[in-house]
């Protein structure tokens, strides 16, 4: 199996560096410094410190049994992501990219992000290590994510609201690459998923991998052997990178990843970009991209903020057209069914990010049901975040009132 | 004074159509001026009345046309407001060609200025045909480098057209040389690590990046772009460039946003010829 991306950060036809030249030096100084950072038992030991004392690695696997009974005969398998310090697998990249920021001499950090929760990963690893943080957010989501905003705030960082484009999370990738052509000589630009120029897509991967080593080897001695099936949601597609990376090389478990279909591919309002983009160069990487025909970027569209993005981490884009792995959607409505799903009968609110990955299994699982109805097939699948951050979306959604149920206990 | 030696490019294969222009401006021991603005703001129609406005007079040596996109990572806010509303005003990709075509008839060498995707939706190879069919020289790539230009050096190369790659402060000396040894034309060196937009003052980077672009390859010439916005700067910067490259200061001057065109095409004339003066009296 060729190992991938080459040296020049092509996975196939995807990746690649398409970025102003004044990046192109700090971009060749991260990926050097990244690959000798990996070969540095310095580095790793205190990386392997962080996530287990401050971030609380490993996560468990958790079987989801009563989960499972809406899924067929398929057993589900929940790889605890939610559990990490700040509540995502967010804080895998962020805590590696910090360290990195530190060791390349640079006091400060720049990132986008879309809900927030990739800026608020950020502004906890800047307070732990001591670097100045600035983090880029379309206007529109400092309006919809206001407590995030303070979250962030109260760990020390700056937040620029992005009043240009379309105000949201693309435009807030577009300005913090503004403002690292001009402050790169001091500044890492720590960017949330394996999307932008080389080296990014790969080394958030390798930052995420962990999630996967740890789950192959929990399979593997606690629950009967490898899984049959490895899905995740994906919206730039760190979690489901991570969860991939380890079982990429084991063919006989099949790779299943779940967009975004907003209100249904078929509205185009959406942010399924595989299942309904076409090949492009959008954020430094050739990729799929939510695009018109001249290849203008076309707004994306999902409950969930943190897929809300109209291109793709170009090695999805890879596992997608070389068969490797396969991407389907998911709709709003059947994502905030699986939340409420797997909230009910797990205890276990899912952000609704994840919710879509819970969506797409259950799917599997009835259909696995049917194609096969004497297999019970496992399915791990990664529960990337926790829904706490989403309490408000599904308030609306599920027409709650916010009325308790009874008043006891008063006078007339 | 000048430190440009005036008959250093002779290379005409490396020159192509836009570098000729330079270099003839170089046998006059002057600067270029290359202009810079976006197609299809305020409208289409008066954005081609603004490109000619380019060309009356003394006018401009060279033509940038900007093709306005949905994500411009280098642009600053002033050509990202206008990008922004030309595209909602429905500029396409072939507006350019309408553009490229007007500047052609005035007489002067049109350029296309993109961003790489849209070349790549259109197709490179019917980018380059149509362009040159419409008197297009070339085409300025701010996010396309040499290392992932395979297919744009194959299409520029069978239409003849120029290609010009951006170098940076922060680029090595070998890289610097190997991207201008992948231009045809002349090379755009970014004189500040920033976005476009005006600047109060010319940054002290461009003499250095000047002059490390000239000794790694001399026989290209080397424009200047990023701040420049009054005469002044334009005759400090020609003093070490080869060409003076304005944008965000040009794209001011249409600030009305269409309502009043006349006045706006007055003081976009106004500004050319002062720049125009700038790049003259540079080296007197």
Redesign the interface.
Known sequence: MTLLPDA?GHFGDFG???????????LAELASEFSRASEDPTFIAELRRLQRDYSGRPTPITVADNFSTLCGNARILLKREDLNHTGAHKINNVLGQALLTKRMGKTRVIAETGAGQHGVATATAAALMGLECRVYMGEVDTKRQALNVARMQLLGAEVYAVA??SRTL??AM?EA??EW??S??TTHYLIGTVAGPHPFPWMVRELQRIISTEARAQMIEDHGGLPDHVAACVGGGSNALGMFADFIPDEGVKLWGYEAAGDGIETGRHAATISAGTM?????ARTY?L?N?????IESHSISAGLDYPGVGPEHAWLAKSGRATYEGVTDAEAMQAFGELTRTEGIMPAIETAHALAGVKRLGLRLAEEQPDARPTILVCLSGRGDKDVSTAFEWFGMSGEPDMVVGGME | MSSVATNRFTDESRLGISGKVLAACAAQNRAALIAYLPVGYPSVDQSLEAFRALTDGVGVDLVEIGIPYSDPVLDGIVIQHATTKALSRGVRTRDAFRAARAVAERGCTPLVMTYWNLIEQYGPDEFARDLKEAGGAGVITPDLTPDEAGVWRAATDKYELDRIFLVAPSSTDDRIASTMAACRGWVYATSVMGVTGTRTTTSSAAPVIASRARAADHQLPVGIGLGVSNGDQAAEVAKYADAVIVGSALLRCLDSDGADMPGDLDRLRALVDELADGVRRGRA
């Open positions: 020049t690649g560096k398409f970025v102003p030249e004044a990046l192109n030096a700090a240009a484009g693309k435009d577009n690459m503004r052509v001009s790169v000589e492009g160069v959008l954020h430094g991209v695009q025909e001249d290849g203008q970027t």
